[in-house]
């Protein structure tokens, strides 16, 4: 089936040749049933959430509220009172470092990272560091671009309060075993922070399943706009968080001498909230609802397994991230040659992929490498834009060679 006619950014042309979209780890494009019913929103039912008595704010609460639903049933949450939306994972990890890891984390305790952590797995629990006095232990990697279990489990200690982890790394695509993370979490009495910003869109993620304390992702990687994310929080870590922000919305009572809060997950949403990316969120997540989330993670899997053996044919090419168990990302470099050089040049053809460090200059200096070429597939690409890819990629050795 031809998934692209669902996409109008994916029928334009780049450089006169027609667009060949592999960047989809950075952010995914949008379908038409998304596009429209942002812009039903603010033709038909524009208008503030919560508390309006008038009939088109009460529809746009009944819509903003129902996507939080349709997202509680998508991540197999019990309640939708644990589903906050935020800006997206980033503004989700620093609503954790904030809210809860503030109070409940003491001068000499600890945080365990891995060293395939996107920067912003890493920043936040920098600065939480320095504030209190904790300290943040690095999880090693093999040269494959997977966890080395026996080491993380050597790292945990009673000093040990929370693992934050990525469930799919952006560079190197390694699927990290978050569930078997999580039972031995809980053996040694610490939290767990999944970062699923790569691996909802994917493969099917259910946090009762998984059983993680926190969960984050974005839309913006899920078909959704941007600047709209999820941050899932268990019912029992509630009474352990302050309040990250003030204002509207987040509260039942003020006066000038107190304020009472709302109960979550309201008491997290201070302000007028992002409507039309909620609004868009929850139709996204309709349409992967239609198509089903383990065709999508099929057709890209065959993508990846397809791409994987079409660049290893290449003479000089080097993937990192060789992982057993991995998604649809693929990382590399050609010997002699800056990443940038190939995706300019891969441009030329009309082909968009990320080059750089991909926001995880750690794993960078683990590999000794200033970045790489990256290209990341959804399921609406296409075997043929694979071997169009191949066929460029070909032509650009010989131009820079």
């Known amino acids: 089936m031809d998934f692209q006619k669902d996409f109008p950014i994916l029928k334009s042309n780049v450089n006169g040749k027609p667009l060949i979209y592999f960047d989809n780890a950075a952010t995914s494009q949008k379908p038409k049933y998304v596009i429209n019913s942002i812009n039903n929103y603010y033709q038909n039912y524009n208008s503030n959430v919560h508390r309006g ?85 690095i999880s090693p990697i093999n040269k494959k671009g997977e966890m080395i279990m026996s080491e993380f489990k050597s790292l945990i200690s009673n000093k040990t309060k929370l693992i934050s982890i990525s469930h799919v790394s952006n560079t190197l695509g390694t699927i990290n075993p978050v569930k078997d993370i999580v039972e031995i979490a809980k053996e040694n009495n610490c939290k767990v922070l999944i970062d699923a910003a790569q691996s909802i869109p994917h493969f099917k993620v259910d946090v009762s399943k998984i059983d993680c304390d926190f969960l984050v992702f974005s839309g913006h990687k899920i078909f959704a706009p941007t600047g709209i994310g999820v941050l899932y929080v268990k019912n029992d870590r509630f009474q352990e968080m302050k309040p990250y922000q003030g204002g509207g919305d987040m509260i039942k009572d003020v006066s000038f001498e107190k304020t009472t809060y709302n109960d979550p997950p309201h008491k997290f949403e201070a302000g007028t909230p992002n409507i039309s990316g909620v609004v868009g969120l929850g139709s996204a997540i309709d349409y992967v609802n239609k198509i089903g989330i383990d065709k999508i993670s099929n057709l890209e899997n065959d993508l990846l397994h ?46 968009a992929i990320r080059t750089g460090h991909h926001c995880t200059q750690p794993l960078m200096n683990f590999y000794n490498i200033p970045g790489t070429a990256r290209i990341s597939f959804a399921f609406y690409n296409q075997k043929k834009e694979i071997d169009y890819f191949i066929d460029s990629l070909k032509k650009a050795i010989l131009m820079l060679g």
């Open 53 to 137: 008595v008038h009939e088109l704010s009460q529809k746009a609460t009944n819509v903003y509220e129902g996507s939080r639903v349709k997202i509680q049933n998508f991540i197999g949450a019990k309640s939708s009172k644990e589903i906050i939306f935020t800006k997206g994972t980033t503004d989700g990890i620093n609503i954790i470092a904030s809210s809860w890891a503030e109070t409940q984390l003491n001068q000499g305790d600890e945080i365990i990272i891995t060293t395939m952590e996107h920067h912003s797995n890493i920043v936040p629990w920098q600065i939480l560091c320095e504030k209190i006095g904790a300290k943040l232990i």
């Open 306 to 351: 397809y791409a994987t053996e079409k660049i290893e044919s290449i003479n000089k090419i080097k993937i990192f991230g060789n992982a057993e168990n991995k998604a649809s990302v693929i990382s590399f470099n050609i010997n002699g040659f800056h990443p940038f050089d190939i995706g300019t040049l891969l441009d030329q053809f009309g082909i």
